[in-house]
């Protein structure tokens, strides 16, 4: 972890535990007035909880000329990115992935596109849909290690975060807490109700909640439409293709145009917004991962409209070349950031119990 991105952090934060004017802004103000001091892991614990709405940087009155440099919302973004690298295992290609993530993500899209158009060549004597080009057992093979792997990649990450922080015995009713913040985006409304500064020198609006809801619900609605397609595959041996009015399209389709919506408007936010208010150095890896998740929904859509056509024979590959990439870089990219948010809201939730537990003195 870089020393001098957490020591600017507890500069800043120490000035605002001082000045205490963003008090209900968000969940790190609260979490940020319960120390005295501040230990690396109350550092990490506040970069997390951060959702960069901007609300803070925009009140202050020690921003520069300042001779404080207030710059809040940057400090915790860097070191946010920088737990993220560190507590990424394997350690080391988080790293790579920030300074060359659409190089990466490109070149892996096309490699994997190339090997699944080769893979045609062991397509079934027999089978519908999809599975005329490629048999259900490779595909299985190929993507059930892809989706595992990733999860217990994260898995270790989040238990170092959780050592870092000080985290103690996971309750319930805290993961329930954090999934109800999560749910609602409640630290995107900027503080202050108007939303987030992502457009226009000060103006605010909730654009960039409402494109984060919209891929977060797309997200788990086209998790939703492939569980429910196994479940009707293993579970009561109804095989794709699905026709519309099935689980996984009623799920599938309207999570796949949600998805390409929230993408492309949190990708077009990007390029308005000022990026000395975030991680600059990062700017181009976190762009690389909207445009991945952009072009997972996308060609997921294209494939779906191309049914029947010959059209499939090259859709096919890539978009499983896509979700393929996808899954292979979860824990090395921006998506990494949603796991991170669910640990530091659930460590939030048990400092807010734990201190409301502590006796009077
Ligand atoms: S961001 Fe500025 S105004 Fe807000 S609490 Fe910190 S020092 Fe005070
Ligand atoms: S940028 Fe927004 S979420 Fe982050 S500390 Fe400031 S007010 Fe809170």
Redesign the pocket.
Known sequence: MQTDLIREARRQAEICNACRY?EG??S?FPALHRERAFSDGDITQLANL????????YACQYTEPHEFALN??KA?AEVRHDNWKTYAWPNGFAGLFDKSGVAIGAGLVLAFSILFVLAQALRPESGEGFYAHMSHGLMVAIFAPAFLLPLAAIAVALRNYWRAVGGGRVAMGDIWAAFASAGRMN?LAG?HGDGCNFEDEDRFTHARRHFHQATLYGFLLCFASTSSGTVLHYGFGIEAPYGLFSLPKLFGVPGGILLCLGTAGLAWLKTQADRNLGAPKVWGGEMAFVLLLFSVSATGLLLYAATGSAAVSWLLPVHLGTVLTFFLLTPYSKMAHGFFRMAALTKEAEAKRTSALRPVS
């Open positions: 963003c802004y968000c790190v951060c959702h960069n709405c901007r609300g803070c940087y809040l919302p915790l630290n503080g």
